[in-house]
Nanobody
Framework: QVQLVESGGGLVQPGGSLRLSCAAS????????MGWYRQAPGKQRELVAR???????NYGDSVKDRFTISMDNAKNTAYLQMNSLKPEDTAVYYC?????????WGQGTQVTVSS
């Protein structure tokens, strides 16, 4: 079994920054990719960013040029640096990982952008 533990959410003013972390632990042989999705009230869950240990990344259109995903392969940890945050970025952010061909989700962390 694999566990994903997220941290780093919170309240930030518009234009501010936050960094989310997602650490994978447990029985891990190969992490194929790790990423972040978000879900705002009344909306569907959407892709924010995804990365691979080899350095490939892709982003949702609404966060390109503002958010950056990175991975520390030695720590099985993914990071999401979020800059220039907007009120519409407010959502619960969920970590997702494809580990040994099974998909896992974190418990979610709240990000609120408000003045």
């Amino acid at each position: 079994q694999v566990q994903l533990v997220e941290s780093g959410g919170g309240l930030v003013q518009p234009g501010g920054s936050l960094r989310l972390s997602c650490a994978a632990s447990g029985r891990i042989f190969t992490i194929y990719n790790m990423g972040w999705y978000r879900q705002a009230p009344g909306k569907q869950r959407e892709l924010v960013a995804r990365g691979t240990p080899g350095g490939y990344t892709n982003y949702g259109d609404s966060v390109k040029d503002r958010f950056t995903i990175s991975m520390d392969n030695a720590k099985n940890t993914a990071y999401l640096q979020m800059n220039s945050l907007k009120p519409e970025d407010t959502a619960v952010y969920y970590c997702n990982a494809l580990v040994d061909l099974a998909a896992y989700w974190g418990q979610g962390t709240q990000v609120t952008v408000s003045s």
